[in-house]
């Protein structure tokens, strides 16, 4: 296996979710589904449907990405950084979309964990959740192993192009930034939950435009760990468990420090300055 630096086109992501909707429903990552907490044991068969949305959802987040950077390898770098960091983007948008009103559309350990400490996801559910997730991408580095087996074949992880401190540092202000927006977008009952894929898939692209050459901007244990099992690789694996994490946390409790209420946007008093902008007419 070709040791392929995040310098290298070797770029990861994080895959997210989709949980609030205009009709000021609870997030469906974050709340606690009349299926899934219901007294006794939780493992329902709405919540294997909802484990298999979160496998199949990383199998193909992390087949459609890190195909992208091995066919970059293979074919002469023909799709590019951009190209690269525009299938990250758009996977994870469509992914969304597809079971986001399923599973929430996590795909990501590190934005599972984070919701779960802010009480927005039950604690019993996520070592199943996790566990789906890497099994996908654990699935997706196979069969892509498979595939693009032979001579050129190489490994689709991730990689520090620099130091591992200059690695660490950069995938926790990504991950912090990437949480900071799911949190925004998926779980505040004034954000558009319609919108919520298209920012999501928006961030990661950006990350993984300006990051992926220096750290291989992974924002997901799950992206890095797959990659990792099937090849056998695991130097400075530590970096993309951690520091998503740490990021992950510290983004989601950021949001909830500057989230100023919880209601509804019909709810919400005029005293907010984007409230006061002429034409705009509030009523309940």
């Known amino acids: 296996m070709a040791e392929i630096s995040g310098a290298n086109g070797n770029h ?12 000021h429903n609870p997030p469906l990552s974050a709340s606690k589904t ?56 758009l996977v994870v948008m469509v992914m969304v979309y597809s079971v986001g009103h399923i599973s929430g559309a996590h795909f990501n350990p590190a934005v599972t964990i984070a919701f779960a400490t802010c009480k927005r996801f039950p604690w019993k559910q996520v070592p199943a959740y996790v566990s789906a997730q890497v099994l996908g991408s654990t699935l997706a580095s196979g069969t892509l192993r498979l595939i693009f087996n032979g001579k050129h074949d190489h490994f689709a992880g991730t990689l520090p192009a620099g130091s591992d401190l200059q690695s660490f540092v950069l995938e926790f202000i990504i991950t912090f930034y990437l949480m900071f927006v799911i949190s925004g977008v998926a779980t505040d009952n004034r954000a558009i939950g319609e919108l919520a894929g298209l920012a999501v898939g928006a961030t990661v692209l950006l990350n993984v435009m300006f990051a992926g050459p220096i750290s291989g901007a992974s924002m997901n244990p799950a992206r890095s760990l797959g990659p990792a099992i099937v090849s ?45 902008s002429p034409g705009r007419n509030i009523s309940n």
């Not at 990861?12 to 009709?23: A, H, Q, S």
């Not at 959802?57 to 074919?75: D, E, H, M, R, S």
């Not at 056998?232 to 951690?242: A, D, F, G």
């Not at 992950?248 to 209601?263: E, H, L, P, Q, S």
């Open 12 to 23: 990861g992501v994080t895959l997210n979710i989709k949980d609030g909707d205009m009709n």
């Open 34 to 89: 009349r299926d899934d907490d219901s007294a006794g044991c939780f493992v329902t068969i709405p919540f294997i449907q909802k484990l298999i949305a979160e496998m199949l959802g990383t199998y193909f987040l992390i087949f459609a990405g890190c195909a992208a950077v091995v066919v970059n390898l293979n074919k002469e770098k023909v799709v590019t950084v951009p190209g690269i960091s525009i299938v990250w983007g």
């Open 232 to 276: 056998n690789h695991y130097k400075s694996i530590w970096i993309y468990i951690l520091a998503p994490i740490s990021g992950a946390i510290a983004g989601a409790w950021m949001y909830n420090i500057i989230r100023f209420t919880d209601k509804p946007l019909r709810e919400i008093t005029k005293s907010g300055s984007f409230l006061k």
